[in-house]
C-alpha cells in the first residue's frame, strides 16, 4: 500500500511539473530584458511629424519606451497616466510611446483622442516594421525603461490603476 501511494504521489508531481512547464516558452536569446541592450527601432518608425525615430538619438538620457495600439484597452488608461508622470518627471526621463497600429491614421485619431501632450508618440505599424518583435512585449502595454548607455534596466508589463504610482517610484531608483 506504501509503495502505491507513493507511486501515485509522484506521478501526480511528475504531472503537476509537466503541466506547468508546457506552454512556457523559453526565452529567446534576443528577447529584451532587464540588462539587455535597447533595441534599434527600424526605419518604418516616424515621428507623428513624419521623421524617423532614432533611439540611439536619445542615449545620454533616461528613455521609458511603452508599446500599444487602439486596440489595446488598457493602453486607453495607461497613456493618459503615463503623460501625466511624464510632465511629472519632465527632465529625468522622456517617455516614447510607440504606437502599433497597422494604419498610422488610427493610430493617429486613437492618441489625438488621449490628448497625449507631453510624450513623444511614435507610429510604427506592426505589419510593416520589426520594432515591437524585438522587444517582443509579453502583453501590452509594455514599458522598457532605458537607461543613458542604452541598455534596458526595468520592465513593466500591462496596466491597473496604481502603475504610475509603482513606475514614478522606479523612475525616482534608477535616475538618482
Known sequence: MRIRTAAI???????F?????IGAAPARADQASVGSRAAEFDKAAKTGKGKTFKLRAMRGKWVA???GGSWCKPCRKELPAWDKLAKQVKGKITFVAVNLDNDPA???KFMA?????N???VYSPEDKTDT???YD???FPSTFIVDPKGIIRYVHSGYVSGDADKLRAEIDKLTK
Open 9 to 15: 504521489t509522484s506521478l501526480v508531481a511528475l504531472a
Open 17 to 21: 511539473a509537466l503541466t506547468a512547464t
Open 65 to 67: 519606451v511603452t508599446f
Open 106 to 108: 488610427d493610430g493617429k
Open 113 to 117: 483622442g488621449l490628448k497625449i501632450r
Open 119 to 121: 510624450l513623444l508618440v
Open 132 to 134: 515591437a518583435s524585438h
Open 137 to 139: 512585449p509579453d502583453t
